[in-house]
T-cell receptor, first 117, second 119 residues
Framework: DTAVSQTPKYLVTQMGNDKSIKCEQNLGHDTMYWYKQDSKKFLKIMFSYNNKELIINETVPNRFSPKSPDKAHLNLHINSLELGDSAVYFC????????????????FGEGSRLTVL | AQKITQTQPGMFVQEKEAVTLDCTYDTSDPSYGLFWYKQPSSGEMIFLIY??????QNATEGRYSLNFQKARKSANLVISASQLGDSAMYFC????????????????FGQGTRLTINP
């Protein structure tokens, strides 16, 4: 059973289109994240939700909108795609902080490679 | 704000040798955690090892150990007896205090080091 699963794994689309990436975790975690890995492999946080509440909202264009229908799902919708949006997008989750042994470790999905032409 | 620096863009090591990947950090948080992740060519992010800032001993996990020097603000990863399968990108990351009571953990990553193990 995949712990954090993302779909699609690959996405190729034209500039100006709108696309979504879905993420689901079956670990019972309360907190989920979206990270972006650029072409130089640099990973940067975009958003974080805790139990459907937005906690972290980094400096990301308004074209990016996360949605969390429940604590096991966090989707990412991107409007008006641009060339610079091409990247690998990682979903992740972490244990509730109330767990005393929580190190803050992130459990990552396999990534979704978005290519904008 | 936290900052992670990995100064080695790439490293080449002979199989079975030990290798040290460098990581230095900067933070003003009194409590923090340090992580190493491995990213093979297949792309997934694999958690390797964790060190808490108040842990008395250096963390070890199998062939991985973390050389934590708090005064120097360094958290180097040591891989003993390297194997061909260790070839990958390695990322050092840190978290500070949880941002809210609910505990969203903002991990900040370094630039990564690409490790190549030669047979």
């Amino acid at each position: 059973d995949t712990a954090v699963s993302q779909t699609p794994k690959y996405l190729v689309t034209q500039m100006g289109n709108d696309k979504s990436i879905k993420c689901e975790q079956n670990l019972g975690h309360d907190t989920m994240y979206w990270y972006k890995q650029d072409s130089k492999k640099f990973l940067k946080i975009m958003f974080s939700y805790n139990n459907k509440e937005l906690i972290i909202n980094e400096t990301v264009p308004n074209r990016f909108s996360p949605k969390s229908p429940d604590k096991a799902h966090l989707n990412l919708h991107i409007n008006s795609l641009e060339l610079g949006d091409s990247a690998v997008y990682f979903c992740a989750s972490s244990r509730p902080d109330r767990v005393l042994t929580n190190t803050g470790e992130l459990f990552f999905g396999e990534g979704s490679r978005l290519t904008v032409l | 704000a936290q900052k992670i620096t990995q100064t080695q863009p790439g490293m080449f090591v002979q199989e079975k040798e030990a290798v040290t990947l460098d990581c230095t950090y900067d933070t003003s948080d009194p409590s923090y955690g340090l992580f190493w992740y491995k990213q093979p060519s297949s792309g997934e992010m694999i958690f390797l090892i964790y060190q808490g800032s108040y842990d008395q001993q250096n963390a070890t996990e199998g062939r991985y150990s973390l050389n934590f020097q708090k005064a120097r603000k360094s958290a180097n990863l040591v891989i003993s007896a390297s194997q061909l399968g260790d070839s990958a990108m390695y990322f050092c990351a840190m978290r500070g205090l949880p941002l809210r009571v609910q505990g969203a953990q903002k991990l900040v990553f370094g630039q990564g080091t690409r490790l190549t193990i030669n047979p």
